[in-house]
């Protein structure tokens, strides 16, 4: 019998991200993909248009935002998630101080251009951090991203970005997850890297990191057969 599989894409993705993994766990997984529009200004709404979704028991995949929001579904409803993955992603609320500001400053810097450039002319600028230096010609991966993003409106980017201003400290549902769970970055994420999963497998107990070698932020899109064979097992153990 298939497993029920929930998917969260992260900011400004859509199914593009997972397309790959639905196709290679479609023998084992049924999924739901929920995406979030501008009617969800936060992370909480978002956790909650999840729970009003999806079936009544699931496994649940979240990547970058989504890992975010996986936390704050398990938060309000851990009977009904059976096991969990969380890729690319954070715990941490927005820091205070000058930290904050900064954070602040550069996500709004590409809403700006967004809005008065365009989402295309913005994404060459996000993809500069997003993905590795090494992959920054590989045409393939560069225009799936970009069309990706350009399916969703600056108002999406600006909604999506102020929910993450707002967002929860997930740190204290660590060691409240008691389902399989699965811990996966980039070796080569320069946002959400190794030693900030390391610490966030260290807080789960009995879950699994992995890291992929040869692999920055998008992790599902740059490697798909190593995190499509990461998400197998994590499924089938």
């Known amino acids: 019998m298939k497993q029920s599989l929930v998917l969260l894409p992260g900011l400004m993705c859509d199914h593009a991200v997972w397309d790959v993994q639905v196709e290679a766990l479609s023998d084992i997984a049924d999924t739901h993909l929920i995406e979030r529009g501008v009617e969800h200004t936060s992370l909480v709404r978002m956790a909650e248009a999840v729970l009003q979704s999806a079936p009544e028991r699931f496994a649940l995949a979240g ?10 579904v398990y938060r309000r409803a851990p009977q009904r998630v059976t096991r969990l993955a969380v890729m690319n992603t954070g715990t941490a609320p927005l820091a205070a101080g000058k930290t904050g500001a900064a954070e602040k400053n550069d996500r709004m810097r590409l809403v700006d251009m967004a809005v008065q450039q365009s989402i295309g002319a913005m994404a060459l600028e996000w993809l500069k951090g997003m ?3 090494y992959r920054q010609n590989d045409e393939p991966l560069v225009t799936a991203i970009i069309q990706m993003f350009e399916r969703k409106t600056p108002q999406i980017f600006l909604t999506q970005q102020e929910a993450l201003f ?19 970055t980039g070796a080569d994420d320069q946002w959400s890297g190794p030693a900030r999963h390391e610490e ?17 932020h998008m992790s599902t899109m740059e490697r798909p057969e190593e995190v499509s064979a990461a998400l197998r097992e994590w499924l089938t153990s």
């Open 63 to 72: 990547h970058s935002m989504g890992g975010r929001v996986a936390f704050e």
């Open 131 to 133: 993905i590795p230096p």
């Open 166 to 184: 707002s967002r929860p400290d997930a740190r204290p549902v660590l060691a409240q997850i008691k389902c399989p769970t699965l811990v996966l």
């Open 200 to 216: 966030i497998a260290a807080g789960i107990n009995g879950s699994k990191l992995v890291v992929v070698p040869k692999c920055g």
